[in-house]
């Protein structure tokens, strides 16, 4: 560490950045700062970091008009941000603000982020934002390269947490358990992550509920820390963060249950074979530490080709998964427009599903919703990645559509997004998706073919550049859309899709065609 003389470490819990609790969100923060690696992060620069950060809409405040020149923006900025404490080596203010974003990736080597030295960016990280890594991929090697002691956490627990629960809850495994929420609030405390010693623990104590948790911490950990902390902030994050790199598999059944993801088991302990523990003087150095988390990095590309073969699902499972849960959770088409019309806010009507990140939950809750309404019509195939039960934990690397929707004649490719912020959605939701769209086998084969966009708001920006492209493309015979999140579900309640694309290309074709 560089930060002069730091006071004694501690046996502390488990915990990550809770200002930010989805990780998911950590990818459209890297995108947006691609453009500053190499600079020194003083004072002038970072402003401009922290002002391209409200520019893209990551980070939000009625403090700031994105309407004003810039440089009134930039004042703007400093004034929100002036209560702000000094943190992680950064100075108060809206320097403070950026190591809000930077602490978690910081820990998992995905940048390299000090106050007046020079910002990098991790070739892992690189390869996601061209589109050769998905998340899932990335978190997963990442999380179980680094450590719980490192120049970013004061603390005397010294070993990987990742590996820890792995072995914990595969040992639960065998033995035909899983951990409940409360149990593993108390993994979080492990001082040396002895999967047998912590097992043993839990054996002969018993933890019904959250208040009884508390009590054992106070009791044996001197803990300082609320209980609304202890038990559902830092276990939140914690828990997010395993869930993305599908390491794992949450259960409901009166209580919180956690087990192994089935179907990343085998990628797991190869991964858990491949890594190496970081040095001593790694975890005591910023520099060294950022240097052994994104060493021999082409060692674990060949892990991630292999199990890429194993994550790819059949249209036909992806369709009785979608049933199946259907069936397990009772879910019915009032609670899937329930929890789609209040995507962005805290409300959870399927406590189920209330781990799965926002944006993967959209694409998650519109196939759900494809499958009451056409499931016996169509193969309905989304593309994200998901566990043994058939929720989603990641989004599929680059290059294909978000859902395929698709019959012997008919191909239909579904965009959803929520992004809302204008240039966001222009750059990166118009042009792709077109590309995986006439990439598509299905879309070259069939004689039908159907685009819908979906988001919580579509720019006109957004509407332009698809009419535009429609017209463009319209030997392709292709019927288009853009739908609101509350519109596209009325539609799909009345089972109108295709005729409402129909009528929508025919308009767009006429409106262009006569001049208007």
């Known amino acids: 560490m560089n930060e002069g003389q730091r006071r004694a470490p501690t046996y502390k819990q488990m915990a990550f950045e809770t200002a930010v609790r989805n990780p998911e969100r950590y990818i459209p923060v890297l995108q947006a700062l691609k453009d500053y690696e190499g600079l020194i992060l003083n004072d002038k620069n970072l402003l401009d970091i922290v002002t391209t950060l409200y520019r893209e809409g990551i980070v939000e405040s009625d403090g700031v008009d994105l ?32 190591w809000t974003y930077m602490r978690t990736p910081s820990e998992l080597g995905f940048v390299y982020a000090r106050y007046g030295k020079k910002f990098l960016i991790s070739p892992l990280v690189h390869k996601l934002l061209l589109g050769e890594l998905d998340e ?119 209580k919180k249950f956690i087990g192994l993801n089935k179907n990343k088991i085998d990628f797991f302990d190869d991964l858990a074979k491949l890594v190496s523990p970081l040095s001593e003087a790694a975890v005591e150095n910023d520099a060294l530490f950022y240097e052994e988390m994104n060493s021999d990095i082409s060692e674990f590309m060949p892990l991630i080709e292999k199990y890429r073969q194993d994550d790819k699902i059949e249209a036909s499972e992806y369709k009785s998964s979608l049933a199946r849960l259907i069936e397990r959770y009772s879910l019915n088409e009032n609670l899937i427009k329930q929890d789609l019309i209040d995507i962005n806010s805290s409300h ?59 019959s012997e004649n008919m191909y239909w490719l579904i965009e ?59 030997t392709m015979n292709l019927k288009f859309k853009s739908y609101t999140i509350d519109r596209f579900i009325d539609v799909t309640l009345e089972q109108s899709n295709l005729n409402d694309m129909e009528r929508n290309t025919t308009k767009i074709l006429e409106t262009f065609l006569n001049g208007v």
Do not use: C, W
């Open 67 to 98: 309407d004003q020149p810039e440089d009134v923006i930039k004042k703007q900025v400093i004034s929100v941000n002036s209560t702000r404490r000094a943190d992680g080596s950064f100075p108060s203010g809206y320097a403070s603000r950026f």
């Open 348 to 406: 959870n009507h399927i406590e189920a599903f209330k781990e799965i990140p926002r944006p993967l939950k959209l694409e998650f809750y519109i196939a759900l919703l494809l499958s009451m309404k056409y499931g016996d019509k169509f193969n309905i195939r989304p593309n994200y990645k998901a566990d043994h039960e058939g929720k989603p934990y990641s989004h599929a690397p680059g290059g294909g559509g978000d859902i395929d929707v698709f």
């Open 136 to 254: 899932q991929e990335l978190f997963a090697i990442q999380s179980f390269r680094g450590n719980r002691r490192s120049p970013y956490r004061n603390v005397s627990n010294n070993y990987n947490f990742f590996k820890f629960i792995f072995s914990v809850l595969k040992k639960r495994q065998v033995a035909g358990k899983e951990l409940t929420l409360e149990q593993f609030v108390i993994a979080m405390f492990s001082e040396n992550g002895d999967a047998d010693e912590y097992l043993q623990l839990i054996e002969n104590n018993k933890f019904p509920d959250l208040d009884t948790v508390y009590d054992f911490l106070l009791e044996n950990y001197s803990i300082h820390t609320v209980i609304g902390t202890v038990t559902r902030d830092y276990p939140d994050v914690v828990i997010r963060l395993l869930a993305i790199t599908g390491l794992i598999s949450i259960r409901y059944s009166g």
């Open 416 to 474: 959803v997004t929520l992004i809302q912020n204008k240039t966001q959605q222009l750059n990166s939701e118009t042009a792709t998706v077109f590309r995986h769209m006439v990439e598509n086998q299905e879309f070259k084969t069939k004689p039908l073919k159907y685009l819908s966009f979906i988001a919580p708001h579509v720019h006109h920006d957004t509407d332009e550049f698809f009419e535009a492209s429609v017209f463009k493309y319209r």
